[in-house]
């Protein structure tokens, strides 16, 4: 049974159908900056894998301080265009970007859901809650700036993993993994001719994380992993925790496991306990910075 206050709170579904929630782009501040991103963003709506012709998906990604923080990042001249959806996941979106230099990865996280967007109105002028939804994005930002310090430290150690280049806010751009035709599949997607030594790679990817970059990745699995010229590279760090962290042990046995689990299911036995032994204990190679892409 609901508490009876929750009667009235207001349909999240009904606030965004109903609610003008595009007024402050025809603010003139606004404006040209809308339309200038928009210019940019030709193409990305209703094109590629996704269906982007709703304008509520749109809303989700798209937020006033994304497109400022979007807007920033053009001014500078640091992204050009956005070209087309990557992927869209729980947290983040990422698109596909141009710059003079090349290719990007441009991901964007989420700042808050649609239905805590839909009841921040309700919120924002409570005095109860103030301040709720700035922590909220507070919180997001911060997430994004450790990813950023996640993938240089990896990269410092030489691991295959996108350069991040740029973070503001909510934004993340970093290098693009892929041809010019397509993003690189993920190691799930694809059947490698020889799985026994790409494990004994990724093993070494996670001993280099753990006793070099003192770092347990968290998250590492075949959807966290792209093929790319021949070789594995590690994406999406932002819940790597330093090797201190209560919890640590606990993830990388969780991200051996889980690496375990994608070779046994290629027809092999291998025990998570060995698997363990090796990223703990076994030898790391001293690589030099990964200045691929530079
Ligand atoms: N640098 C990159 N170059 C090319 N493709 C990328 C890059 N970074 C991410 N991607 C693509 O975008 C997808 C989502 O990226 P990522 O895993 O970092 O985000 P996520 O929101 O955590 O996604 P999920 O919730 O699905 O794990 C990846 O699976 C990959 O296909
Ligand atoms: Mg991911």
């Known amino acids: 049974m609901p508490l009876e206050e929750d009667w009235d709170l207001p349909d999240p579904d009904e606030i965004m159908r109903s609610e003008s929630k595009h007024e402050w782009i025809s603010e003139p501040r606004y404006k040209k900056m809308f339309d200038d ?4 963003l030709q193409g990305v709506m209703g094109r590629g894998k996704f269906e982007w012709v709703d304008r509520r998906v749109f809303d989700q990604v798209f937020d006033r301080s994304t497109l400022l923080a979007l807007h920033k990042l053009m001014q500078q001249e640091n992204i050009e265009t956005i070209d087309y959806p990557i992927a869209r996941g729980k947290e983040a979106h990422v698109f596909r970007a141009s710059s003079q230099k090349g290719p990007l990865a441009v991901k964007i996280f989420h700042t808050t859901n649609a239905v805590f967007k ?6 924002d002028g409570d005095p109860r809650f103030s301040g709720l939804s700035r922590r909220h994005r507070e ?5 994004v700036r450790k990813e950023f310090r996640n993938l240089k430290r990896m990269r410092k150690s030489g691991l295959r993993v996108p350069e991040p280049m740029f973070n503001l806010k909510n934004v993340l751009v970093m290098e693009f993994i892929g041809d010019e035709d397509s993003p690189s599949p993920r190691l799930k997607d694809i059947d490698v001719e020889n799985p026994l030594s790409v494990f004994e790679d990724l093993l070494e990817i ?4 753990w006793q ?3 770092l347990v990745h968290a998250d590492l699995s ?4 792209l093929w790319y ?16 962290h209560p919890n640590a042990k606990e993830f990388l ?3 051996v496991t889980r690496l375990t689990d994608w070779i046994n299911r290629k027809g092999y036995e291998i025990q998570v306990a060995d698997s363990l032994v090796r990223v703990l204990d076994g030898p790391v190679p001293n690589l030099s910075e990964n200045s691929s892409g530079d």
């Open 37 to 40: 991103i928009e210019d940019a």
């Open 118 to 123: 839909g009841l921040a109105k309700y919120i």
């Open 139 to 143: 919180l997001v930002n911060i997430w």
């Open 206 to 209: 996670a001993a280099v994380i």
């Open 212 to 214: 070099t970059c003192d």
């Open 222 to 225: 075949e959807y966290n992993i």
């Open 229 to 244: 010229d021949e070789y594995p590279w590690v994406i999406d760090a932002g819940q790597a925790v330093t090797t201190r």
């Open 253 to 255: 046995v969780r991200d």
